[in-house]
């Protein structure tokens, strides 16, 4: 069974600062999917940004971009130019190619300092 | 405006008693999921459905019960069998299409309390 794991429960960060989330994931597979989803106060849960295992090129939407490592099995966020908005839970996921299901890490709170 | 709604937004539970959280959406996708989540933990799967009259157990799935009758509903029933079924509970759903990125979108979550 696939698992994630997050091993930072939680970071801080100067506003305008950059930030780097960690996450891993074991698997055996070979075609599989990334996300990285946040959870804001509101609890309503955002997906950032997404990442297809089988494209070397690392995924980026403005601030947000991802460091994906296949051979390492990492797959980390950056936040550049924090924003007080970007204060909230953040989430990791994978997701097989071959399936629907979601495995997500337990995440990790990122404070945003002004 | 296209969406996943539930309801209601916070319920109260005795002890004892079934109790059914809702969920509805309106972009009209196939795949329909139930998550719990846990203070200091990820979501859980519950149940998950990939069509109309067909689900599937998650991995939490002991206690709780679902329907699938039709597309847009796939409603969630928290039995007296739940341990502990204080906790947020999230919807989702997508298109079910493998081969694409295929993301879950999800609703605004339920907050169950048992008393």
């Known amino acids: ?114 | 405006d296209g969406g996943i709604t539930q309801s209601p937004k916070y319920l109260f539970r005795k002890e004892g008693q079934n109790v059914t959280l809702s969920c509805e959406q309106n972009l009209n996708h196939d795949a329909m999921y139930w998550y719990r989540q846990d203070p200091g933990q990820g979501l859980r799967l519950i149940y998950y459905s990939q069509i109309v009259n067909d689900f599937q157990k998650g991995d939490i799935a002991e206690g709780y019960s679902v329907s699938r009758e039709k597309k847009e509903s796939f409603p969630l029933t928290v039995t007296s069998a739940q341990k502990n079924p204080t906790a947020f509970y999230l919807c989702a759903s997508s298109r079910g299409d493998r081969s694409t990125y295929n993301e879950q979108f999800f609703g605004p979550g339920t907050r169950l309390t048992v008393l």
């Open chain 1, 1 to 114: 069974a696939q698992t994630v794991t997050q091993s930072q429960p939680e970071m801080s960060v100067q506003e305008a600062e950059t930030v780097t989330l960690s996450c891993t994931y074991d698997t055996s597979e070979s075609d599989y999917y990334l996300f990285w989803y946040k959870q804001p106060p509101s609890r309503q849960m955002i997906l950032v940004i997404r990442q297809e295992a089988y494209k070397q090129q690392n995924a980026t939407e403005n601030r947000f971009s991802v460091n994906f490592q296949k051979a390492a099995k990492s797959f980390s966020l950056k936040i550049s130019d924090s924003q007080l908005g970007d204060a909230a839970m953040y989430f990791c996921a994978y997701r097989s190619a071959w399936g629907n299901k979601l495995v997500f890490g337990a995440g990790t709170i990122l404070r945003v300092k002004s």
